[in-house]
């Protein structure tokens, strides 16, 4: 089964155990072990697809293995937050806490990924929240810049402009529609 895809017990109106470690008295996760941090030989797509599958699980020491100590993260929906900006390991604690705590289960799923040379990594995410009857479904596209095989800048866009950029980068752009 799809870890990223939940139980259905939320869309049912019931509450499920969460992904992110909150909810039905689920067991504490353990942090990753080290053979999971990043390897700089690894490539972005893959960084930038386990750093949101780690984000969803709640896996807060693999998401810290896979930025920068410096990194910065730029959110698009400001209004989510308490700033635009999320500086270094705190703050990507704190972005984590502000995205799911309102949430009883909350995953960031990555539906497109492109890496283009050199370091950067175009990707479409998915974000999807429960809380009772109420749900949060967006769709926000994101830059990320990788150094030493770690994320140095993770910019949140208009999703439009990045699946364009996908199709692009594919040589699909014809396939782009121009809503």
Known sequence: MDPRAGDGAAERGGRAATLTGRGAGGPARRPAPACYDADVNEAGDAVFRRFHEAWTRGDLATVMS????????????????????????????????????????????????????????????????????????????????????????????????????IAESAGGADLVSED
């Open 66 to 165: 896979l930025v920068e100590p410096d990194v910065v993260v730029r959110p698009l929906h400001g209004a989510m937050f308490t700033r635009s900006e999320f500086r270094g390991h705190d703050g990507i604690a704190e972005w984590h806490r502000e995205m799911t705590e309102p949430w009883d289960r909350f995953e960031a799923v990555v539906e497109d990924v492109r890496e283009l040379p050199p370091g950067t990594v175009l990707g479409v995410v998915r974000l999807v929240g429960y809380r009772g009857d109420e749900g949060l479904h967006l769709r926000v596209g994101s830059v990320a810049e990788l150094r030493n095989g770690r994320i140095a800048t993770l910019t949140a866009r208009n999703v439009a402009d990045v699946e364009k950029e």
